[in-house]
């Protein structure tokens, strides 16, 4: 007979990929974690697990295991949410995991509708310019630059949004104006640390001006915006932060057009949890009310 105990544990090291990470996320020695999934295995009568050195993968047989025991997760994290809140409302702790731009100029502002809706729930943003921001699974729901193609993630296009280049007025009145794209050679420029960026998506001056090298790098938006007011230089910036700050100028505007989009991402086994539902619902509004985010129409139920 499986055990839905040792499922949890099976499903941990699916996620993890090793033991130890198994057993650091399951609060036990990674001793306990290799046990069970032992037991798993004689119960199951097949291999789930082959080890190979980028950690333990699942076997075919483990894959179609992995699908029945995200559905036993999810039953029960539903049951214990029904049970556990007051009729209608929502409690516990919705932690969304989101890139550091996205994060502070739109959604902590913009939690004001879902912390009046649901009192009860707990919000954490977690937030970094990552590409393997996701990759741990430890979040309800999260924001990503790329299409996440992490194992059990269920995800879809979320928003656009447009990016420009932009100085302060008093960098301008100092160096005077750029009139063309090539003369941003000419310019410090301020941009993401390049041994950091594991993002495509992000390398805008890589194809804006072949062969420019960031005079100020710094692995987040916030830095960048913050360099760019204080006169230090010219930065693409996202146009929900820039636009709505006078200190900043918008130049090269008819001659530079950047376009990107953000996806969604859900962890498999809780996508249809009600606050996973509720906090769908209040990002695909905060967007759609946003003057410079674009909403992709949902194509339907995640998945």
């Not at 879809?156 to 794209?181: K, M, Q, W």
């Amino acid at each position: 007979m499986i055990s839905a105990d040792d499922l949890r544990y099976f499903l941990e090291v699916c996620r993890t990929g090793t033991l130890v990470s198994a057993a650091r996320g399951l609060g036990v020695d990674h001793t306990t974690v290799g046990r069970r999934i032992t037991q798993l295995e004689k119960a199951s009568g097949a291999r789930l697990f082959v080890r190979t050195p980028g950690g333990w993968r699942p076997t075919e047989a483990g894959e179609r295991l992995a699908v029945h025991a995200e559905a036993v997760e999810s039953s029960i994290l539903s049951a214990s949410e029904e049970l556990g809140s007051p009729a209608g409302r929502l409690a516990g702790t919705l932690r969304i995991a989101t890139p550091d731009g996205f994060g502070a100029f739109v959604l902590s502002p913009g939690l004001g509708n879902l912390r009046a809706r649901h009192p009860d729930l707990k919000v954490e943003i977690v937030t970094a310019t990552r590409l393997n921001l996701l990759a741990s699974k430890e979040f309800d729901v999260g924001i990503s630059l790329a299409r996440p193609t992490i194992r059990g993630v269920e995800s879809f296009e979320l928003a656009d949004y447009p990016l420009g280049l932009y100085a302060s007025a008093d960098y301008l009145r100092r160096r005077g104006p750029v009139r063309h794209v090539g003369e941003l050679l000419e310019h410090p420029v301020i941009g993401y640390v390049d041994s950091l960026l594991d993002i495509p998506a992000l390398r805008f001056l890589d194809a804006l001006v072949p062969g420019v090298r960031p005079a100020i790098q710094t692995n987040n938006i916030t830095g960048q915006w913050m360099a760019t007011v204080a006169g230090l230089g010219v930065a693409v910036l996202p146009s929900f932060i820039a636009e709505s700050d006078r200190r900043l100028v918008h130049i090269l505007e008819k001659s530079v057009a950047i376009r990107r989009k953000y996806w969604l991402a859900v962890p498999r086994e809780l996508q249809g949890l009600a606050r996973i539902l509720a906090a769908r619902q209040e990002l695909e509004e905060l967007v759609r009310s946003h003057p410079y985010l674009e909403l992709v129409p949902p194509a339907g139920p995640l998945g």
